[in-house]
């Protein structure tokens, strides 16, 4: 006992703020919650997509964790009627893709455990006028016009950058859109067309009007020497 090193009065205080300090802390190191559970996500992991109406003529992307038999692309019809694996034929149209997720959930926990379900809306839209690859195609109406066009090859050089008109049953709309405007935001539906117009034979030729102008210019300049 004599050998026992025995704490300084200064050191002391340090040990008793020190033991206070753990009390107080050891509390709030009990209440720390345990990771959550990951092994069975209620969603698809990945991109969350924001909620579609989904319409006639859509396509139904749908994504069943572990379960590629269950997943692909099933196509909306006139009647609004879309037909899933080991569910069978459901109406869809004008529901949102969240409602479409809850119910096809609760149709796979028959025979799944748990199921994880991801559904995404793929409108048909066509991309038509001055872009290099027109086309028809089916996208997540939450991307912008751009990616569209970026879809179809982009805007030709003769293509006008700042305008994209919106046809329905061969009728332009008047609709303003820009390149930055998400197709949910622009009231597309299902067969629309997103048209992009030639440039004008001025924007097109701004060179030969320079070319012009100097010409004359020159012209005049040397009718003046004489």
């Known amino acids: 006992m004599e050998n026992r090193r025995r704490l300084s009065p200064s050191a002391r205080p340090l040990l008793a703020a020190a033991a206070l300090v753990f009390a107080l802390t050891a509390p709030a190191r009990a209440q720390v919650p345990a ?5 069975r996500p209620s969603a698809v992991p990945g991109l969350r997509h924001a909620s579609v109406v989904l ?3 859509d396509k139904v992307r749908l994504r069943v964790w572990r379960e590629p038999d ?17 569910v069978g034929r459901l109406e869809v149209g004008r529901i949102s893709t969240d409602s479409l997720q809850g119910l096809l959930i609760s149709r796979y926990a028959g025979s799944l455990r748990d199921p994880a379900v991801e559904v995404t809306v793929l409108r048909r839209v066509s991309v038509l006028g001055s872009v290099r690859n027109p ?3 089916y996208v997540d109406p939450t991307i912008t016009v751009a990616d569209v066009l970026a879809l179809a ?5 003769e293509g006008n950058q700042k305008r994209i008109d919106l046809v329905r049953g061969g009728e332009r709309l008047q609709v303003h859109l820009t390149q930055a405007s998400s197709l949910a935001d622009s009231f597309i539906q299902p067969g629309d067309q997103l048209w992009v117009p ?16 100097t010409g004359v210019a020159l ?3 040397a009718l003046l020497r004489y």
């Open 35 to 39: 990771p959550p559970d990951t092994s």
């Open 55 to 57: 319409q006639p003529g």
């Open 70 to 86: 269950l997943s692909g692309d099933f196509a909306v019809d006139e009647n609004g009627v879309a037909v899933f694996p080991h």
């Open 135 to 137: 086309g028809l195609f």
């Open 153 to 157: 090859g982009g805007v030709s050089p």
């Open 198 to 213: 030639e440039r004008s034979w001025v924007s097109r030729n701004t060179w030969v009007l320079s070319a012009g102008i």
């Open 219 to 221: 012209v005049i300049a």
